[in-house]
Structures are given as C-alpha cells and as structure tokens.
C-alpha cells in the first residue's frame, strides 16, 4: 500500500513537471479584417491577443498573402508613419491588441479578393521566455469594406 501511495504521489509530481514545460498558453480574440476591393494587394488585420506568461509574437503567416508581418503606426509631426516590427512582446497576464489605429498586421500581395465573409487562416508564431516555438491558428472572418471593429460596428 505506501509503495502505491509512493507512485501515486510520483505520477502527480511529474504531471506538474509536464504541465509547466508546455506551450505558454495564448489567447487570441475579436480578430478581424475588412473585405478588400478587386485588385487591391494589402489588408490589414486585427485582433486581440493574451498570453499567461511573457512570450513574443515573432511573425504571421497566410496561404491569402505572399507576406504577412507586423506594422507598427505613430504620429510624428502630425504625419502617420507606418513601419514593420520584427517582434511584438506580450508580457504575463495582459493583453495586446492590434487595433486599425495602432499595431496590426499587414498582408501585402494578396492572391485574390477577400470578399465580406470569407475567413482567412492566419497563422502565428511566437516564441517564450525560455526560447520555445509555438504557432497559435486564427480563423480570421472578413467584414465589409467600411467595417470599423470593435467600435461598435464589427464584422
């Protein structure tokens, strides 16, 4: 009987071990994007996103874009200025929304319209405090064209 007590006790010990060296667990809500006209080649998506511990969001990936990456917006002398990010940290507990006003993410060289409806699949990578990989899959559903999300007329 203490020798199945012993290997009871064992066996949990190691499920918390096990537990603890999984994929950070992340999140991903209200994600969005606005339908495009015939021809256009970007579109932007947003979303909100909440880790449990610090962990970065690396890079992005669509079948609908020869390129998805992060853009960061600010305003300098009244001018918006877009640029690229290569990495957008998350710290434990919060969450970090890409908003139209903000930080989204851009794909560039689309193969077709993405009409009102359709859902695209977007998958990210990120990487956690220790250096592992993980992918987080998001079915995106495109708005109409003047959606404006989470500002009350979402998609």
Request: hydrophobic share 50%; net charge neutral; glycine share 8%.
């Given at each position: 009987?203490?020798?199945l007590?012993i290997?009871?006790?064992?066996?949990?010990?190691?499920?918390?071990e096990?537990?603890?060296?999984?994929?950070?667990?992340i999140?991903?809500s209200?994600?969005?994007?606005?339908a495009?006209?015939?021809a256009?080649?970007?579109?932007?998506?947003?979303?909100?996103?909440?880790?449990?511990?610090d962990t970065?969001?690396?890079?992005?990936?669509?079948?609908?874009?020869?390129?998805?990456?992060?853009h960061?917006?600010?305003q300098?002398?009244?001018?918006?200025?877009m640029?690229?990010l290569e990495?957008?940290?998350?710290r434990a507990?919060?969450t970090?929304?890409l908003?139209p006003?903000?930080t989204?993410?851009m794909l560039t060289g689309l193969?077709?319209?993405?009409?009102?409806?359709?859902?695209v699949?977007i998958?990210?990578?990120?990487?956690?405090?220790?250096?592992?990989?993980?992918?987080v899959d998001?079915?995106?559903?495109?708005?109409a064209?003047?959606?404006?999300?989470r500002?009350?007329?979402?998609?």
């Amino acid at each position: 009987m203490r020798l199945l007590l012993i290997c009871v006790l064992a066996l949990v010990a190691s499920l918390g071990e096990s537990a603890s060296a999984a994929d950070v667990p992340i999140v991903v809500s209200d994600a969005w994007m606005r339908a495009t006209v015939p021809a256009q080649q970007s579109a932007t998506v947003f979303m909100r996103i909440t880790a449990s511990a610090d962990t970065t969001l690396t890079g992005a990936a669509t079948p609908v874009a020869k390129l998805a990456e992060l853009h960061s917006m600010t305003q300098e002398a009244g001018v918006m200025k877009m640029r690229p990010l290569e990495r957008l940290p998350i710290r434990a507990g919060t969450t970090v929304a890409l908003t139209p006003e903000g930080t989204h993410l851009m794909l560039t060289g689309l193969a077709h319209q993405i009409r009102e409806g359709d859902v695209v699949p977007i998958s990210l990578s990120f990487v956690d405090a220790q250096g592992r990989a993980s992918r987080v899959d998001v079915a995106v559903k495109a708005g109409a064209v003047t959606a404006m999300g989470r500002a009350g007329k979402d998609p």
